[in-house]
């Protein structure tokens, strides 16, 4: 005779001390410089983080969306200091809807991601065109 209790299966939502966590942690700050007359438009900064992983990127891609549909961005990178795959692509498709804007999206403080993540997936040179990374 065959057993038909079934074993219970543990739920894959977040405990509200998860959630509660990861709201605390931002991944990203913005903010917009007025530049001197001579600019066309105000720059908006977008500020990462730490990191950018899987875990941040879906937060990110919502300030970076509204933020590129104001105009010109810059994203300070200088904090940053772990980012994966999906932190990468994030730039990438920022960048690229930057390009189809009319601007070049800037990466301030992101060297190391043309020689560290970016160069390890084979993608340095398509973000250096995409996008001006700058000291």
Do not use: W, Y
């Not at 919502?62 to 940053?80: F, H, N, R, S």
């Not at 994966?84 to 990466?107: E, M, N």
Request: glycine share 8%; proline share 5%.
């Amino acid at each position: 005779m065959a057993n038909s209790r079934k074993s219970p299966r543990r739920s894959s939502a977040a405990s509200p001390d998860e959630v509660n966590s990861a709201a605390a942690s931002k991944p990203a700050e913005a903010a917009v410089i007025d530049l001197p007359e001579s600019s066309a438009q105000p720059v908006n900064v977008l500020t990462l983080g730490a990191s950018l992983s899987i875990r941040e990127v879906a937060e990110c891609a919502v300030q970076l969306k509204g933020l590129l549909a104001a105009g010109p961005l810059d994203i300070d990178a200088g904090k940053l200091e772990t980012i994966d795959t999906a932190g990468i692509q994030l730039l990438l498709a920022a960048a690229a809807a930057a390009q189809r804007r009319g601007f070049k999206l800037k990466l301030r403080g992101a060297q190391g991601l043309k020689t560290g993540a970016a160069r390890s997936l084979g993608l340095s040179d398509h973000l250096g065109e995409l996008a001006e990374i700058l000291p």
